[in-house]
């Protein structure tokens, strides 16, 4: 089959499949014919080319997932509480902080990484204190984030993101348990999906954490 030359946005044009028509070719070309660049590859019985080898640079089915492959939504339930976990050079410790989530995961494949996402709005009963959300890995912290939150009259909403890349690679084959720990860095009352009156505020309670793998 004779090699026709299309640059990576004709490849979007006509939606990839493996196999485009000569129809679909002749359109995408017609659309695209001035902008031949140094961004072409090459199609042909399924495969992309590099433009300058020939050789196969990445068979369509081995093209990595941009949807996950299992996605678990948890909602937060509105809380409050004093715990808290230490701002300073050290890791975070699974006694530390109050458990907000945790989810049990055995990676898909070995090339399984798994993102966990979320927002939570926050408050606490004292201004200018860090809040912290830890997570760990069966009982290793892997990561933390932090925010300082400035005063006690304003909710804030918490922003977060963790990814851990080398889950497949590392516990193919087993059951990992991730969690979630939250608390403040120096004592004081705070609350999740909570005003400090302890009142239920509006939008507070529909906040989730989203854990998703993807391949």
């Known amino acids: 089959m004779a090699k026709t030359k299309l640059n990576i946005n004709q490849l979007h044009a006509i939606g990839v499949?493996?196999?485009?028509?000569?129809?679909?070719?002749?359109?995408?070309?017609?659309?695209?014919?001035?902008?031949?660049?140094?961004?072409?590859?090459?199609l042909t019985d399924g495969d992309v080319y590099s433009r300058s080898s020939g050789v196969p640079w990445a068979d369509i089915t081995d093209v990595p997932s941009i949807l996950p492959v299992l996605s678990l939504a948890i909602q937060v339930p509105a809380m409050s509480g004093t715990s808290i976990i230490p701002f300073d050079n050290t890791s975070p410790l699974?006694?530390?902080?109050?458990?907000?989530?945790?989810?049990?995961?055995?990676?898909?494949?070995?090339?399984?990484?798994?993102?966990?996402?979320?927002?939570?709005?926050?408050?606490?009963?004292?201004g200018n204190r860090n809040l912290i959300i830890s997570l760990f890995k069966n009982t290793v912290c892997i990561g933390a984030v932090v925010l300082n939150f400035v005063s006690s009259t304003r909710p804030t909403v918490f922003p977060f993101v963790f990814t851990d890349l080398l889950m497949?690679?590392?516990?193919?084959?087993?059951?990992?348990?991730?969690?979630?720990?939250?608390?403040?860095?120096?004592?004081?009352?705070?609350?999740?999906?909570?005003?400090?009156?302890?009142?239920?505020?509006?939008l507070m309670v529909s906040n989730s954490i989203v854990f998703s793998e993807y391949v």
């Open 17 to 42: 499949d493996g196999i485009a028509t000569d129809d679909e070719l002749n359109e995408a070309l017609l659309y695209h014919k001035s902008d031949i660049n140094a961004h072409s590859q090459y």
């Open 94 to 126: 699974i006694t530390e902080g109050t458990l907000i989530a945790t989810a049990n995961c055995t990676p898909y494949s070995v090339n399984s990484k798994l993102i966990i996402q979320g927002s939570l709005q926050v408050n606490c009963g004292t």
């Open 168 to 202: 497949g690679k590392t516990d193919f084959g087993n059951t990992v348990s991730y969690t979630l720990r939250f608390g403040v860095a120096v004592r004081a009352t705070w609350y999740i999906n909570k005003m400090v009156t302890a009142a239920l505020n509006g």
